[in-house]
């Protein structure tokens, strides 16, 4: 069709041009042969009749070859003012009285057509690549160098804590050191940044890339929340080093008891038998010292045998229970947990009929803990029934369908150097404290595709998550 029509425009050019060379050689001819029968004394008034009218003719022609030349010129470039400003909805008549005009304008309207059509493609592939980048679980950033934010995805809106993101400084709002990180950050770097928000520390991976696009540098900011996996290798690596242990103290100390209790037979039965009484001050003391190393022994056993627990969680056995009623029956449970300080208990669920898929006996563990916790946080502190403490556990949805728990208290703040420590096996600030509580909550949380954390705050605030 496209041929076809530059046929065609072809030959009704050439019809003009043709019509015009031969309008300028007819005249010629006239005008030629006027002089010749004059000069042969012959009449000439015709010819010089038909010579000025071919003569007048050709200027028409000609102007009419340039008027339609100037017009279709003309048309050409309004047609690319109007792609040049992204506007494919200019339309040429195509009812012309002129043949050679209907066609250019035929043409044109064509073209404007396939640009309008590849504009619209590019439209949807763009989307379909923006539908793509939405649907990755990695943060997508394109930056310019001056700061300006040229593409994102949701992920990175939300790892990011922001709901519109067009330039970095925005960052500033959330933490000084993470604008730092990535407005300083430059291609084939691979960084790690993190900030603080309402729900706890967030640890970012970033990974820097280059390109470049109408000759301008961007950066591509590939950017990884990490919490999860550095907990991951944490809790495998105590988990590795508690069995080490235990394996050792047990298999060191169980020798040692044993013995010492056969020694303590022996000594006891040699006494029945001779009849002696105790009067030897060496033998009394072996004796003591025996009995020493056997209770001793037994204690420190019964002691690792507790840190057992930590390396021998069971499988998740995860099934649909109802959030409201387990968390009714969890303080229900607390309030009759013995503590010596009035508290006033106050569960909000939302919505009411909101499900959780987990293993319920394990998380009622991780929630008696915490709210154990709480109650001995609020015992640090003198109460009364006028100035109870306050224990709250709040279930919620958010907009990823993620299910969140959050037990607070309003006791003395963790101090900020200990927070960092709290979740680590076997530390603990309670006199008597065994320390692999959080340990243990936070583990049932990694196994039932979840997290647990401090949020930093006015109150004393443990986060549970399921994704």
């Known amino acids: 069709m496209a041929s076809d029509t530059m046929t065609r425009l072809a030959r009704s050019f050439a019809l003009q041009l043709t019509c015009c060379l031969l309008a300028t050689l007819l005249a010629g001819g006239l005008w030629a042969a006027s002089y010749v029968g004059e000069d042969a004394g012959r009449g000439v008034e015709s010819l010089r009749f038909w010579a000025i009218a071919v003569t007048l003719l050709l200027p028409l022609l000609v102007y009419r070859l340039y008027r ?20 494919y909805a200019v339309h040429f008549l195509e009812e012309e009285t002129r043949s050679d005009a209907q066609l250019v304008n035929r043409a044109l309207n064509r073209v404007a057509s396939i640009l309008n059509r590849v504009k619209s493609e590019t439209v949807q592939q763009e989307k379909y690549y923006e539908l793509i980048l939405d649907c990755v679980s990695t943060g997508i950033v394109v930056l310019s160098d001056n700061g300006t934010v040229y593409q ?31 407005q300083g950050c430059r291609p084939g770097e691979k960084l790690q940044a993190g900030y603080c928000n309402e729900r706890g520390t967030v640890a970012l991976s970033v990974r820097v890339s280059g390109i470049h696009i109408h000759e301008e540098p961007l950066r591509i900011l590939a950017l990884n929340d990490i919490n999860h996996e550095l907990d991951e290798k944490e809790i495998d690596s105590w988990v590795r080093l508690t069995r080490v242990l235990t394996h050792e103290i047990m298999n060191a ?3 040692l008891t044993s013995l010492s209790d056969t020694l303590l037979e022996l000594t006891a039965g040699r006494k029945q038998t001779t009849g002696e009484q105790p009067g030897n001050d060496v033998e ?3 004796r003591n010292g025996l009995q020493t190393i056997s209770n ?3 204690g420190l056993l019964a002691f690792v045998d507790s840190y057992r627990k930590f390396t021998r969680i069971p499988t998740p056995a995860p099934s649909l229970f109802y959030v409201k009623e387990f968390a009714e029956r969890m303080v229900e449970l607390a309030r009759h947990q013995p503590c010596g300080h009035p508290i006033d208990y106050r569960v909000e669920v939302v919505p009411d009929d909101l499900i959780l898929y987990a293993d319920e006996n394990l998380i009622a563990q991780v929630v008696i803990n915490l709210l154990k916790n709480a109650q001995q946080a609020i015992g640090q502190q003198e109460r009364t029934s006028d100035n109870p403490g306050h224990v709250r556990l709040r279930a919620y949805c958010d907009e990823q369908e993620a299910v969140w728990i959050e037990i607070s208290n309003d006791g003395p703040l963790i101090p900020p150097e200990i927070a960092d420590h709290i979740f680590i ?3 603990s600030t309670k006199e008597g404290g065994s320390g692999i509580g959080l340990s243990i909550s936070r583990q049932i949380m990694r196994l039932s595709n979840g997290s647990l954390a401090l949020k930093p705050g006015k109150e004393t605030c443990f986060v549970l998550k399921f994704e």
């Open 152 to 182: 994102k995805n949701d992920e990175a809106l939300r790892l990011l804590g922001l709901n519109v993101f067009t330039h970095i400084c925005q960052l500033r709002q959330i933490d000084e050191h993470l604008y730092e990180v990535l």
């Open 425 to 427: 096996p076997f530390f």
């Open 68 to 87: 339609c030349h100037r017009q279709h010129v003309r048309k050409v470039l309004f047609l690319l003012d109007a792609i040049e400003n992204n506007d």
């Open 284 to 286: 009394e003391e072996l």
């Open 253 to 255: 100390v169980t020798p």
């Open 296 to 298: 001793t022994g037994k």
